[in-house]
T-cell receptor
């Protein structure tokens, strides 16, 4: 019930295209859903996060779509750039009490010039 | 921008030896975490620490592991007797007590057990 399932495992997108990564969760107590970007040899860096009281959050080229009834959320990267090439992890947690993050398995994104 | 600082960046140790990984969380953060990432795999939770005690731990965090905040700024992870399968990147993270800010991760310590 603690799992967060992420797909696809890898993704190749042309420059300027839209990258879409999907995640699904089971635990209905989760109330904080961040996305992290990780470059090789670096720690995860927070990209964008959403709470379940909204269905969408947009920050620049990055958008989270959230479907509470389906227990799914996704990251959309618009106008993908080669510099976006990284591994992306979705995560979820119970924000109250600052519980630990449960991470998805990661998506390796490659944006081709 | 405030950072979580981890040292060393890379440590090589003999199997069976003790290692201590160090972290300096962001100064006004009150929640501290250790995660690990085996090469090419997902980030896994080890332990969280609040108010000078463990608040949550995973099944990975067995008796070989311990955490400490010895001096009010450093946050350490000790592995008493390292095994080959402990080889991984270890990430420290911290978070403030209130507000919507996310977890801030350090750059990690790459532990190689030989």
């Amino acid at each position: 019930q603690q799992q967060v399932k992420q797909s696809p495992q890898s993704l190749i997108v042309q420059k300027g295209g839209i990258s879409i990564i999907n995640c699904a969760y089971e635990n209905t107590a989760f109330d904080y859903f961040p996305w992290y970007q990780q470059f090789p040899g670096k720690g995860p860096a927070l990209l964008i996060a959403i709470r379940p009281d909204v269905s969408e959050k947009k920050e620049g080229r990055f958008t989270i779509s959230f479907n509470k009834s389906a227990k799914q959320f996704s990251l959309h990267i618009m106008d993908s750039q080669p510099g976006d090439s990284a591994t992306y992890f979705c995560a979820a947690t119970q924000d109250t009490g600052r519980r630990a993050l449960t991470f998805g398995s990661g998506t390796r994104l490659q944006v081709q010039p | 921008e405030p950072e979580v600082t981890q040292t060393p960046s890379h440590q090589v140790t003999q199997m069976g030896q003790e290692v201590i990984l160090r972290c300096v969380p962001i100064s006004n953060h009150l929640y501290f975490y250790w995660y690990r990432q085996i090469l090419g795999q997902k980030v896994e939770f080890l332990v969280s620490f609040y108010n000078n005690e463990i608040s949550e731990k995973s099944e990975i965090f067995d008796d070989q592991f311990s955490v400490e905040r010895p001096d009010g700024s450093n946050f350490t992870l000790k592995i008493r007797s390292t095994k080959l399968e402990d080889s991984a990147m270890y990430f420290c993270a911290s978070r403030e007590a209130q507000g919507f800010s996310g977890y801030t991760f350090g750059s990690g310590t790459r532990l190689t057990v030989v």
